[in-house]
């Protein structure tokens, strides 16, 4: 077997998962509006921790609901309203006995809005326009 320890149990810290198999974060743009969770992302991440995964990393979520969000549908957990959703999301994955993990995101420059400015630390554009005019945090 070319992965032999593939299938062992492996442990992040405490966190003991079941297999070293892991799903690397990636948006699927299912998310209401404001970035709460809708029942067709959490089925989405059912179907991942279906397929036997140790850990599932859900796709990176907007921490600053005006600055952060990269992407129209992308989650967000900058807000208490966000948190009964999320733990829909977790319980769903465990309940399916993967563990659950969350990428914390801000997409600075590339952030998305025609209204808000972007934080971005620098003046370097990105490789797109930004739409809604830049802030950049260094002098
Ligand atoms: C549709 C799509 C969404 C993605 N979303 C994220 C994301 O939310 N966070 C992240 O760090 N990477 C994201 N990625 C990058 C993937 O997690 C992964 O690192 C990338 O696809 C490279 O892996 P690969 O060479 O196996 O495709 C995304 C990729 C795709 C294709």
């Known amino acids: 077997m070319m992965f032999p320890r593939l299938f062992e149990k492996g442990k992040i810290g405490s966190l003991v998962l079941d297999n070293r ?19 067709r992302l959490i089925r989405s991440y059912e179907e991942v921790a279906r397929g036997g995964v140790g850990l599932v ?11 952060s969000g990269g992407m129209p549908g992308g989650i967000s957990i900058a807000t208490t309203e966000h948190i ?7 319980q769903a994955i465990h309940d399916l006995g993967a563990k659950a993990a969350l990428q914390l995101g801000h997409a600075g420059r590339d952030k ?15 490789p797109t326009p930004t739409l809604g005019g830049r802030r950049h945090l260094s002098p």
Do not use: H
């Open 21 to 39: 198999i892991m799903k690397a974060p990636t948006f699927g743009c299912m998310a209401n509006p404001d970035g709460s969770v809708t029942e």
């Open 57 to 67: 990393i859900v796709e990176s979520a907007a921490i600053d609901q005006k600055s």
């Open 84 to 90: 009964p959703g999320q733990a829909s999301l977790a």
């Open 112 to 126: 998305f809005s025609t209204t808000i400015p972007a934080k971005a630390p620098s003046r370097i554009p990105g």
